[in-house]
């Protein structure tokens, strides 16, 4: 075969004298090409963890703190408090040393005694501004002489050009709610979900766990939010995800979609070529830690930890729990197509692969016949069903031989590409045609995506791209960065030709992708049919509607006065009670990024405001009243939705307080119901514009259309929505059809009015006493929430 002369790195001839080596020279040079880029990363690393380590401070201060010190030695100043001499008369091998040289020694150690205590006095002094919320929960657009100055503060403090993880050592710890906050909040919470006579029950269960367990669990909570970073990310990780034992197709994986209304080329060699070289390079800053950190206001800084492992990161099944397995510099991918594997190396002569090089090498792929060996067609299902079954065929066929070769490649691999062959994406001429495209990102074929992958990237026939992503590693925005930045890249950066393909010169002498091998019994095989026969029953019964709602926008509701979140939230509460004519139990979900280690918290949504101005809309009645209803429940929206982002949330503290009474043995009636409790509406906005790569007044087609993830409960709705500049929101709505009381289609209208309904409140907004009253409501509500 032609690539197997490519791969030969030397050769050799037996003759009756001896062996007679002959080294390729174009290899050797890769080799050595290979390694300066090896150190030249390395190098980088290490400068860029140094900095990381010292700020605020910058290893030049530390030279200004030596020069200074040194100075006093000629002025005879002594600022050290005599520490320079006590240091002088203790150094070890002072005997063979100058009295000038132990002097100007013992400076320089005391000069950098004194600037690693001013770092960390910087530090601590910075964790302590970050640990002040109170910015956050003052009124849209208006800002306190306190804030300002603590703003100002904070900006002198965070120092200048900050790395990725600069700000990591200074970010507050999370705290721990008190236990009668969280049970206060937790019964305002669920009150208007019950009647009275169940009301009183939960209410005597709550008062019997504070009154009686409630101080030994939260004493040992307490005690880890102490020790560990973060009291919550690792239980969460583990207990939510990595000890589930159900598919996670579907049920965990979540999708992110591709450009709305662009494709900037209809190749899918050449699209993915220029794809996957963006993956390279904004890979190529993470691992530098060149990223700048997100900061809300520009300013306060989100914790990163999560971004350490979006590439070369697996998740290992096990028989009573996975494990997520995080390697470094993984210098190749594995590419599906048509039931075939291929491993695609990403390096050549120490470098990234160019995209016109990676275009060529999918080319090759797409352009291969071959046919899928025994059981490799359909092998990625063993991914989307039951855990157990899995990791007992990981366990049995694969621990040796080429199946352990193959896995092992799949498994260390940079991420897992998929060169889909039926064409997907919005058009505005079918109806549907959002709805097939979530489903093949979400589930596909159930063997064509491998779901314990950090993320697979989709590569379509008509240049459309997409992406499935794990969820036990990290969250939605996490992902969401990584792709901001590679979409904007491809477009306006990379480009392509005027043929559509990607730019540069193709270096043909390139090794064609090798192909992975299996030996799959016929055993294997079985597990392999009954994983996907499982995953294929969840898979088809996923009823999705993609929705754009382009009627109004954020700018229309910021316009009113309002949070478009909350704007948002009040309309999926209309909706869901149009639905189902009952209220439920709404999950929405926040971040708790601006302490170290922080994932998400739980916003209850379906609050007694939220009830109560749904019910004033079903009745036909006084607008000003409706109105002032709404902006009541709004406020009510905003301010809870700022306690969970600040760490009073409910649902995160009363999961680790059950944790806590299962490692102890504490039974508790309180903790088990608030657990089993079913979320059968659970939300999430998509963040939008993380980086502020595209400018979208200027590019106003170049947005994207956020993503989405499968059902919560069995007879509920799962709803994200992303706001898309001014003039456009789009929700992904998913459910079940097995249950007869839901339909994504169907509650996708109730959206859509529920939306215009609440837009014309605002309508008769000149009204004078329309206005005073709304505004009356917001200011005595702001008032309580500061």
């Known amino acids: 075969m032609a690539e197997a002369h490519q791969a030969v790195g030397f050769q050799f001839t037996v003759r009756p004298d001896g062996v007679d080596v002959k080294l390729s020279q174009e290899v050797i040079k890769n080799i050595y090409l290979s390694g300066v880029t090896a150190w030249k990363k390395r190098a980088i690393q290490f400068k860029n963890g140094v900095l990381a380590g010292v700020y605020p401070a910058s290893p030049s201060s530390w030279l200004i703190v030596v020069i200074a010190m040194m100075s006093t030695l000629y002025i005879r100043i002594d600022p050290s408090l005599g520490m320079i001499d006590a240091i002088k008369e203790n150094l070890p091998q002072r005997d063979y040393m100058s009295v000038q040289t132990r002097a100007v020694l013992s400076a320089i150690l005391f000069a950098t005694g004194l600037w690693l205590f001013l770092i960390f006095l910087l530090r601590y002094t910075l964790k302590a501004l970050l640990s002040y919320h109170g910015w956050i929960f003052e009124s849209h657009g208006r800002m306190s002489t306190s804030t300002k100055v603590w703003l100002t503060l904070v900006k002198m403090f965070s120092g200048r050009r900050p790395l990725l993880y600069s700000f990591q050592a200074s970010l507050p710890r999370l705290p721990v709610p008190s236990v009668d906050d969280t049970i206060h909040r937790y019964l305002e919470s669920v009150r208007p979900l019950l009647d009275n006579e169940k009301f009183n029950q939960m209410e005597i269960l709550a008062n019997d766990f504070r009154d009686s367990k409630a101080a030994r669990l939260q004493r040992y909570l307490v005690l880890k939010s102490w020790w ?66 997100l900061r809300a206001l520009g300013t306060v800084p989100m914790c990163s930890t999560q971004m350490e492992r979006i590439f070369n990161t697996t998740r290992i099944p096990g028989i009573e729990t996975d494990i997520v397995q995080h390697l470094t510099d993984r210098k190749h991918l594995v590419v599906y197509h048509k039931g075939r594997f291929f491993q695609v190396w990403l390096y050549t002569g120490g470098r990234h692969l160019l995209p016109s090089e990676l275009e060529m090498q999918f080319q090759r792929i797409l352009n291969d016949t071959s046919e899928p060996q025994p059981g490799e067609l359909k092998l990625a299902a063993l991914t989307a069903g039951n855990r157990v079954p899995w990791a007992r065929a990981r366990i049995q066929y694969f621990t040796q031989g080429v199946n352990k070769a193959s896995l092992d490649a799949i498994e260390s691999a940079a991420f897992f590409l998929t060169l889909d062959d039926e064409p997907q994406g919005y058009d505005s001429a079918k109806s549907n045609s959002l709805d097939s495209y979530a489903k093949s990102l979400l589930h596909g074929k159930c063997y064509d ?248 007044n200027k590019f106003p087609k170049y947005v994207g259309a956020g993503g989405g993830f499968g059902p919560v409960a069995d007879d509920g709705y799962g709803v994200s929505y992303i706001i898309i500049g001014e003039n456009l929101i789009t929700f992904h709505i998913s459910s079940k059809f097995s249950s007869p009381d839901t339909d994504s289609y169907r509650f996708g209208q109730h959206i859509q009015s529920a939306m215009l309904d609440i837009q014309e409140l605002f309508k008769p907004i000149n009204d004078k006493k329309t206005v005073e009253l709304a505004n009356h409501v917001q200011l005595e509500n702001g008032k309580k929430h500061i």
């Not at 034992?245 to 979540?254: A, E, K, L, T």
């Not at 601006?594 to 609050?607: P, Q």
């Not at 944790?659 to 059968?680: A, H, M, N, R, T």
């Open 449 to 696: 995506r491998w779901f314990d992958k950090s993320f697979t990237l989709i590569s379509y026939p008509n240049g459309k791209m997409g992406v499935n992503a794990e969820h036990s590693w990290a969250d939605a925005p996490i992902v969401g960065h990584m792709w901001e930045y590679v979409l904007a890249t491809d477009c306006f950066h990379l480009g392509y030709t005027e043929e559509g393909h990607c730019k540069g010169d193709v270096n043909k002498g390139l090794p064609f992708p090798n192909r992975l091998q299996w030996q799959l019994p016929e055993e294997c095989q079985e597990v392999i049919e009954a994983s996907y026969l499982s995953a294929k029953q969840i898979a088809d019964d996923v009823d999705f509607h993609g929705y754009l709602f382009n009627e109004f926008g954020k700018g229309l509701i910021k316009k009113c006065r309002t949070s478009p979140d909350a704007f948002i939230q009040l309309a999926l509460q209309l909706a869901q009670f149009r639905d189902q004519r009952v209220f439920c139990l709404t999950y929405e979900s926040s971040m708790t990024r601006m302490f170290r280690d922080g994932r998400t918290e739980t916003v209850r949504s379906c609050t007694s405001e939220a009830v109560a101005f749904v019910r004033a809309m079903e009745d036909p009645g006084d607008k000003k009243q409706q109105l002032a209803l709404f902006r009541k429940a709004a406020d009510k929206h905003q301010n809870m939705y700022r306690l969970a982002m600040t760490g009073s949330g409910i649902d995160r503290h009363l999961f680790c307080l059950y944790i806590v009474s299962k490692y102890l043995g504490v039974d508790s009636p309180f903790l088990k119901q608030v657990l089993s409790e079913p979320w059968k509406l659970s939300t999430s906005q998509t963040p939008q514009q993380q980086l502020n790569l595209v400018d979208i």
């Open 228 to 293: 560990a970073t973060n009291y919550v990310s690792d239980w969460w990780e583990e207990y939510i995800y990595l000890r589930s034992r159900g598919p996670i197709m579907v049920n965990s994986n979540f999708y992110v979609m591709d450009l709305l209304y662009i494709t900037p080329t209809h190749r899918q060699a050449a699209r993915a070529g220029n794809v996957v070289h963006a993956m390279l390079q904004y890979r190529r800053k993470l691992e530098r830690g060149e990223h700048a950190p």
